[in-house]
């Protein structure tokens, strides 16, 4: 009913740059929030930016000053300008969205996932 699909990624070197995005479709009602989830290997899958339909925001500490995240015109796309990467910056990254969905009958709101996009930062 819904897909997540991200764009963005890739390798860069230490103090780079990058944006991912990711865009929601299908029988969207409305967009509680959107965020980016990371997983590096041997860890646990971590929240690094989370947004609001409001616009309101919250970082993982480690990344704060260095990652914006912003929601684009339509509300229901979502952005993540990574600056001044690190190598422990490295993991898969995941759109994450709380989304409602029109259903027949009903309005059912879940937990959805994009794919993931893999973030490399080295030398």
């Known amino acids: 009913q819904v897909q997540l699909v991200e764009f963005g990624g890739g390798l860069v070197q230490p103090g780079g740059s990058l944006r991912l995005s990711c865009a929601a479709s299908g029988s969207i009602f409305s967009i509680n929030h959107m965020g980016w989830y990371r997983q590096a290997p041997g860890k646990e899958r971590e929240l690094v930016a989370e947004?609001?339909?409001?616009?309101?925001?919250k970082y993982l500490d480690s990344v704060k000053g260095r990652f914006t995240i912003s929601l684009g015109n339509a509300k229901n796309t979502v952005f993540l300008h990574l600056n001044s990467l690190k190598p422990e910056d490295t993991a898969v990254y995941y759109c994450?969205?709380?989304?409602?969905?029109?259903?027949?009958?009903?309005?059912?709101?879940?937990?959805?996932w994009g794919q993931g996009t893999k973030v490399t930062v080295s030398s």
């Open positions: 994450h969205g709380n989304i409602v969905v029109e259903g027949t009958w009903s309005y059912d709101e879940g937990d959805y």
């Open positions: 947004i609001t339909s409001d616009g309101d925001t």
